[in-house]
């Protein structure tokens, strides 16, 4: 059989120009993703190879992830980092920085400066930011780069994330170029794992290659032959059998040529089953090795990743003249790649060679394998584990993978672990007894980070099964209940796997107590406030029996979150309880975690600066422990303090972001979600903000957070009123208030009341907007909660049946939003107070507060408000609206947009009609129209398409009409 030609690129002429055009013009994100066989890494090849080759001032870094991995996090970023050397300015000009990679690169130690004070940081994730920043700083030194990292489907979460962290906002000189399989992506379309958002001033492709056409596999039958291409007849049937692949096309054609290299009829081509074709091709090719050679092929294939020659030569064991490396390598079965490694062009390739060899010679090879693997320092124990399943030695599959399972989390790989124990537990090889004590691990590694579905699954079919001694299947519910409740948001799932644990739990006081004291948290469920005090009283009992001190802490924390949370008087004196200078690392832990609680909980109520105070212990305790989790919730948190206290600068993207890294774990995004739908109504868009608001957690009666809920749906209320769908309110208050009532706390409606009770009042029924203001008065009486008091005023406002009491109750909700500070709410008050003023005919007191209100909505950036107000001072009088612009002041100078005008360029670039624009800013469609045609003007587009959102720095305060 004669060998064909390995062929220039053919087909794919535009996206080589799309990617050559991207890496030569840096910042750049270049995603080619394809199947398997369509050609990527040969596009890639034919870009990079001709920069590698001339020795430019580009440099070429490339890594590799593989289907078997090691727990080892940016492996394949630090494999390319390697190489960087020759292009590194001397190490004195090196920010100190990129010191810290010292240990991650030892080649480079020469090449970088000492690691900077202070040592390794305590908190991993704090650690790991450090850790990217100096790829950062390196990888800017070292510009112009080109970075490729191939078959990104494989890669460790690690990995993703340093990539994202690269392409938020890449070095000027970086081009980054990441191939994948889009199919076989974790998260289906996100091979970064979170969506990726091009930042600006940076170049983003997506090259999508797809299988050739029937002149296309011409042209590579032809490129393959080194002559003419084959008749159109063949193509087509070629074509046909092969669907367009690159890589299959390529190795039928080389198992079809005759000794002369001619091709058959295209009837040749009936009788290859189309499944069979790649394989029957392989062993075509396999067929002309020596024994060495085909024992060396096999080894490679049985060990799957690329591999050195000693590791080769190990497991083929052949005679000891011929490693057959050589041959392998000439008829092209193997290929060379980088830092002395051998391995298949391609994993279908390994796949055919590892199919043709016979069941005993496979476990054979599988087993000097484990021999050599296991000589390494230190042993790659995923590949171990891997080796020992397919020899049939069990016992060391599971020692193995046990030992890979806890290396990864101690690593911080998490879902390397669990998915290393989900292995073990999927396979019915593994004993029984070895199951429980498994699934032990797993739940309790996976409750540390964020993937579940699939544990989840795996706990529950084995506690489906009754070989599970009572105490390990109490303690496997307990942790399948705290996984469902907080990484997977199925809290009412989550509390009935917890109360179903709990009488196996009977010899385990300790741990019975951690699952009542979850039970306790009041914020989630249908069950009165009672029943969760009891349940804490319970806990607190199970506690004292038996006194496990890190336990004992997370007691401890949850009752005092569970005080704070409803605004309990002692709430303060309670948590100077918490033991913040306990020795023991595990009870800090806990107390780290009580203080986020106590965090959000203060935010709910008002307490602001103690917040403040509640979040710095808790950052400062997590960093002193190495605890993620609380330093996690605090951020989530955080983000909704800034919604409530007006730091609204940059909020959307921080939220935005939020929402795509707990895609698995949408309870964590609820504050994302009502902070992402109230900057929507605030901004007058609709649609988004309904759906970000329903997002929320209010139609999950069981499962949503209560508090976040509760003032979601205020937004949804405020948004109905606003569409003029009065009953559509209404129904959103009555369901929203019933489940305040039906748990008893009544702190958490300082927005929902105010906003039901103005509906209540504008459908005539006064008098039950009478009795739900006194039900939220007495409920909230005696209770520790700022913003409730504000917001009972404003309720009072709303149903005050004369302007003075109006004004009177406004007036002070005014004052107290403004003390906390709730910009936002200070404004609507003073708004609603206005009209109280209006009424009262005092109209210069009226246009102040109006004034005053758009003037704290356009800081905000809030643009539906402030053209609410300016509305009204166009109502209030002409002279009124003419003074405050005089205040003002006036802008706008040839090519800059002024205010107005900016408002209307965001709408336009958000894809908004004239007519909406209209209805949002309370302006008449002509006068729309006449401000796009400005905005096209200044801005030198000629369409809609054209126009970008102008930067928040760009947007100044309240503007004339």
Same mark, same amino acid.
């Given at each position: ?14 996206q ?5 055009? $991207? ?6 994100? &270049? ?5 398997a ?20 001032? #580009? ?39 990129t010191?810290v ?6 080649? +480079? ?31 800017? $030194? ?18 993703r ?40 001033g ?64 295209? !009837? ?10 790649l394989? !029957? ?43 057959? +490396? ?7 079965v ?61 016992a ?10 806890? #290396?990864? /989390? ?10 290393? =124990?989900?292995?073990?537990l ?21 409750? &540390? ?11 529950r ?7 599970l ?59 009165? =406030? ?19 001190? !890190? ?14 949370l ?51 212990q ?20 955080? &983000? ?10 940059g909020?959307?993207? #921080? ?70 769908s ?26 929902l ?5 103005? /509906? ?26 700022p913003? /409730?008091?504000?917001g009972?005023?404003? /309720?009072?406002?709303a ?50 507060l ?50 107005? !005008? ?20 309370? =302006?008449?469609? #002509? ?11 200044k ?23």
């Open positions: 059989m004669a060998s064909a030609a390995s062929p220039a690129l053919v087909g794919r002429d535009a080589l120009r799309l990617l050559n055009g $991207a890496i030569t013009g840096p910042p750049s994100v &270049i995603q080619v993703q394809g199947e066989g369509i050609g990527k890494t040969r596009l890639v090849r034919a870009a990079i190879d001709p920069l590698r080759e001339a020795g430019g001032e #580009r440099t070429v870094l490339l890594g590799h992830c593989h289907q078997i991995r090691e727990p080892l996090p940016y492996g394949p970023v630090f494999d390319a980092l390697r190489h960087v050397a020759a292009a590194l300015p001397p190490r004195e000009q090196l920010g100190p920085l010191g990679l010292r240990g991650y690169l030892p080649e +480079l130690a020469d090449r970088l400066p000492p690691a900077p004070s202070p040592q390794p940081l305590d908190d991993p994730r704090a650690e790991r930011h450090r850790l990217f920043r100096a790829v950062h700083a390196l990888l800017a $030194a070292a510009g112009p780069v080109v970075l490729v990292v191939e078959d990104l489907h494989w890669a460790d979460d690690g990995t994330d340093l990539l994202r962290f690269l392409t938020d906002q890449p070095p000027d000189g970086l081009a980054l170029v990441v191939t994948f399989r889009r199919e076989e992506l974790p998260v289906p379309g996100l091979p970064f794992g979170h969506a990726y958002r091009r930042a600006p940076v170049r983003g492709e997506v090259i999508s290659l797809t299988p050739l056409d029937v002149e296309g596999v011409r042209s590579l039958a032809g490129a393959l032959l080194g002559r003419s291409a084959p008749t159109p007849e063949f193509a087509a049937k070629l074509h046909e059998r092969t669907a367009g692949v690159p890589f299959v096309i390529e190795e039928v054609v080389r198992s079809l040529l005759d000794d002369e290299g001619r091709l058959p009829e295209p !009837e040749a081509l009936d009788r290859m089953a189309v499944p069979l074709l394989r !029957e091709a392989m062993a075509e090719r396999l067929a002309g090795l020596s024994p060495g050679a085909l024992s060396t092929v096999r080894a490679a294939a049985v060990l799957r990743l690329p591999a050195d020659e000693p590791l080769i030569a190990a497991v083929s064991a052949p005679a000891p003249s011929e490693t057959g +490396l050589g041959q392998a390598l000439e008829a092209g193997l290929l060379e790649q980088p830092d002395g490694q051998y391995g298949f062009r391609h994993t279908l390739a390994q796949q055919a060679v590892y199919d043709t060899i016979p069941g005993p010679e496979r476990r054979l090879i599988h087993q000097r394998a484990m021999a050599a693997l296991a000589a390494l320092d230190p042993p790659p124990l995923v590949q171990l584990a891997h080796h020992a399943r397919r020899a049939g030695d069990f060391a599959w599971q020692r193995h993978g046990s030992a890979a399972a806890d #290396r990864a /989390a101690a690593l911080g790989d998490i879902p390397l672990a669990v998915e290393v =124990l989900e292995g073990l999927a396979d019915p090889k593994l004993p029984r007894d070895a199951r429980g004590p498994l699934a032990l691990r797993l739940s309790g590694v996976a409750a &540390i980070g964020l993937s579940h579905r699939r544990v989840v699954r795996i706990l079919h084995l506690l489906k099964d009754d070989f001694s009572p105490q390990v299947r109490g303690q496997a519910r307990l942790n399948l209940g705290i996984l469902l409740s907080n990484q997977a948001g199925a809290v009412a799932a989550g509390r009935q796997e917890i109360l179903t644990a709990l009488p196996d739990l009977h010899d385990s006081p300790s741990l019975a107590a951690r699952g009542l004291a979850l039970l306790a948290m009041p914020a989630w469920g249908g069950e009165p =406030l009672s029943m969760h005090q009891e349940w804490m009283v319970q806990a607190e009992k199970l506690i004292d029996e038996d006194h496990e001190p !890190e336990l004992a802490a997370a007691v401890l924390a949850n009752k005092v979150s569970l005080a704070m409803v605004g309990a008087p002692d709430a303060f004196e309670l948590v100077a309880a918490l033991p913040v200078d306990d020795p023991a690392t595990a009870v800090r832990r806990q107390v780290a975690r009580g203080y986020s609680n106590l965090y959000d909980a203060a935010v709910a109520l008002g307490h602001y600066a103690a917040a403040e105070r509640f979040a710095e808790s950052r400062r305790i997590a960093e002193e422990t190495g605890a993620l989790y609380p330093e996690f919730l605090v951020e989530m948190s955080s &983000i909704r303090l800034d919604l409530l206290t007006g730091r609204w600068k909020l959307r993207e #921080r939220a935005v972001a939020a929402v795509e890294m707990t895609f698995e774990a949408p309870l964590l995004a609820v504050d994302a979600r009502l902070t992402l739908g109230m900057l929507a109504l605030a901004r007058g868009e609709w649609d988004e903000a309904g759906a970000h608001l329903e997002a929320a957690g209010v139609r999950d009666l069981d499962s949503g957070f209560l508090p976040v809920a509760a003032a979601a749906s205020s937004g949804l209320v405020e948004l109905h009123l606003t569409r003029d009065l009953e559509s309110a209404l129904r959103e208050a009555d369901l929203a208030v019933g489940r305040l009532r039906r748990k008893g706390v009544w702190v958490w409606g300082d927005q009341v105010p906003a039901a009770a103005g /509906a209540l009042v504008r459908a005539g029924r006064r008098g039950e907007a009478a009795d739900l203001v006194g039900e939220f008065a007495a409920g909230i009486e005696s209770r520790n909660a913003s /409730a008091q504000a009972l005023d404003a /309720a009072r406002g149903l005050a049946r004369d302007a003075d009491e109006a004004a009177h109750y406004y007036a002070r909700a005014r004052a107290a939003y403004e003390a906390m500070p709730r910009p936002c709410d200070a404004a609507r008050a003073a708004e609603s107070e206005s009209g109280a003023r209006l009424a009262l005919g005092d109209r210069e007191r009226a246009a102040d109006v004034a005053d209100a758009g003037e704290r909505y356009a800081v905000l950036g809030a643009t539906h408000d402030a053209a609410r107000c300016r509305h009204l001072l166009r109502e209030i009088g002409p002279e009124m609206n003419r003074a405050a612009a005089r205040r003002r002041g006036r802008g706008g100078g040839s090519g800059v947009l002024s205010p107005r !005008e900016s408002e209307v360029a965001r709408l336009v670039a958000l894809g908004r009609t004239n007519r909406e624009i209209a209805e949002v800013l309370f =302006l008449s469609r #002509r006068t729309v129209d006449t401000h796009v045609a400005k905005v096209l003007r801005l030198g587009v000629r369409t809609r398409a054209d126009v970008r959102e102008p930067r928040p720095d760009d947007r100044p305060g309240l503007v004339e009409s």
